[in-house]
């Protein structure tokens, strides 16, 4: 009888370290996704950062906050979307997802918010490309080549997709006037 509860106990022991070691957390994606840019970052409570989508199609915007809470806010209209001004949001406190459609007029702002219950908040977003969205049979420049063949290209991501604006712009703007004042004082 003692044999078979430290059985038990081993064995419930050893569930909890796997799911310790392995969260439960789904990081699985389906097949037709193709990864295209990992962004990770830091921003601190009630800020935002900025960032700007370029590529077309259905794009697939995965985030993930590693400490604190970090919220996604997504728009075509403005560059700087916020919780006021969005049209696509995800303000979960854990994984954040959003589906950019690929109607939607590019470029795509895309801010970051961190939330003001965590003094910082660490994340890292993953963007995935859609391949099987309907792509508009019109637009034949992605299946032409030079040569006349039907080739169809796969999208290509560049630096240039994802940039972020302003956020690197504060940090050393802030960084210079801090040692600004430490050479006056």
Not at 29 to 52: D, K, M, T
Not at 65 to 84: E, I, M, N, Q, W
Not at 134 to 141: A, C, I, K, L, T
């Amino acid at each position: 009888m003692m044999l078979c509860c430290s059985a038990l106990v081993v064995a419930l022991l050893l569930s909890q370290a796997k799911g310790f070691l392995h969260p439960s957390e789904d990081d699985s994606v389906p097949e037709e996704w193709v990864l295209l840019h990992v962004v990770q970052g830091h921003i601190g409570a009630g800020n935002y950062s900025y960032l700007r989508l370029n590529h077309d199609g259905k794009i697939i915007l995965q985030m993930r906050s590693l400490k604190g809470d970090a919220d996604l806010y997504v728009s075509d209209k403005t560059l700087r979307p916020s919780f006021d001004t969005y049209k696509l949001q995800s303000t979960t406190c854990g994984q954040d997802v959003v589906v950019v459609p690929g109607d939607f007029v590019r470029p795509v702002g895309i801010g970051i918010y961190g939330h003001p219950s965590h003094l910082e908040s660490e994340f890292e977003m993953r963007v995935f490309y859609d391949q099987t969205a309907p792509q508009d049979p019109f637009d034949r420049s992605p299946y032409t080549s030079e040569d006349g063949q039907g080739q169809q290209k796969f999208p290509q991501a560049t630096e240039e997709d994802f940039q972020e604006e302003e956020s690197i712009f504060w940090t050393i703007l802030i960084g210079l006037l801090k040692i600004i004042v430490e050479i006056l004082f």
